[in-house]
């Protein structure tokens, strides 16, 4: 394949992208089709920030918005069914099944971890040793303000921990098995080695000081943002929103099967991170996945990390041991 140059970077050498939102398809159907399929991102976000800025106190909590997630999942399921962006991604009873594992996972296991080792707890013990006060002056601030710091912080930290697992080895194998499915679908992001699911989650929040309805607001923004990345529905996205924000069609580039595609487009909600370090491609992809697409069995999936480290391990200590045999062997011929 020859490739399409996007700025010193030749992409898609190795599996078919599209690049550039000139050539990404449209939604097909009437005008009342196409009006909810433009404008159904940007009225869940203005909608959730509006509900979450004016509700009562009541109601306001984090079990509403454990409900409002679910609610909003399943009406994103619906929806991959009714629009479909490629049908190759249509979720199947067995891509199901490994989803539903690893979203049960995520609220149990990993949320009982997290809660004992994870990056609040480790912040807390910090500043406890050090006795640091959090930066308390973010209260005084509009509340809307708040939520975006609160989401853009954590986000910048994601940027650098998801392009660090792409360049760094040892992170690499955690986050590689996420890189092995084959298919966007809405429960696609809580797919992965339980390692690379707690380090993902890493972020310095906990050293600033925000209010409560700032937290649960930023939460809402973050899901009314960043639950499209892994989603089989096609959008015709403004074009503020996709420049803004991360897509399904930006993700979908970076999980696809063509190397240099992937190390791009790593934020988790704000693609104009990407857009200001030079990592952002602009475009999407149908062939996702590793090794041609290969789909991993669970068990792989946990293991893998270790099985590949190990396994990369014993091949770089018998290179060097080779090595040095041939160094020794060097030495012991005579001299003429």
């Known amino acids: 394949m020859d490739g ?9 050498t190795q599996s078919p992208v599209t690049i550039g939102w000139e050539n990404i398809p449209r939604v097909e159907g009437g005008p009342v089709k196409q009006f909810i399929f433009t404008y159904f991102q940007p009225a869940v976000l203005f909608a959730l920030i509006l509900f979450w800025y004016y509700a009562p106190n009541s109601i306001a909590k984090a079990s509403t918005a454990i409900g409002i997630g679910i ?16 049908a190759s991604w249509r979720l199947t009873w067995k891509e199901l099944v490994t989803d539903l594992f ?26 406890n040793s050090y006795d640091w006060e959090k930066f308390a002056w973010f209260t005084s601030m509009p509340l809307l303000v708040q939520a975006f710091l609160i989401l ?20 690499w194998l955690t986050h590689s098995v996420h890189h092995y499915i084959t298919q966007l679908n809405i429960n696609k992001g809580a797919v992965g080695n339980p390692i690379e699911l707690l380090l993902i989650g890493i972020g310095i929040g906990g050293f600033f000081d925000f209010l409560p309805r700032a937290a649960l607001l930023a939460g809402a923004m973050g899901m009314s943002i960043g639950i499209y990345q ?5 959008f015709n996205t403004p074009a503020w929103w996709r420049f803004l ?20 487009n790593y934020a988790a909600n704000f693609i104009f991170i990407d857009r200001i370090f030079g990592t952002c491609i602009d475009g999407e992809a149908e062939l996702l996945g590793m090794e041609g697409g290969r789909r991993m ?26 090595a040095k045999g041939q160094f020794a062997e060097q030495d012991t011929v005579p001299a003429e």
């Open 4 to 12: 399409v140059r996007v700025g010193n970077r030749l992409v898609g």
């Open 71 to 86: 609610a909003f999942k399943l009406l994103l399921l619906a929806l991959e069914w009714v629009n479909p962006r490629y």
């Open 102 to 127: 690893y979203v049960g996972l995520g609220y149990t296991v990993l949320g009982l971890v997290e809660n004992h080792i994870g990056a609040d707890v480790v912040i807390e013990a910090v500043r």
């Open 152 to 171: 853009f912080i954590f986000d910048f930290g994601q940027y650098w921990m998801h392009r660090g697992m792409h360049n760094f080895y040892p992170l």
């Open 230 to 234: 892994h989603i089989n529905v096609r």
């Open 245 to 264: 924000f991360n897509t399904t069609e930006h993700h979908s580039l970076h999980h696809s099967q063509d190397f240099e595609a992937t190390r791009s």
């Open 297 to 322: 069995s669970i068990r792989e999936q946990m293991l893998f990390p270790f099985t590949e480290g190990w396994k990369t391990t014993k091949e770089r200590l018998g290179r060097s041991r080779r």
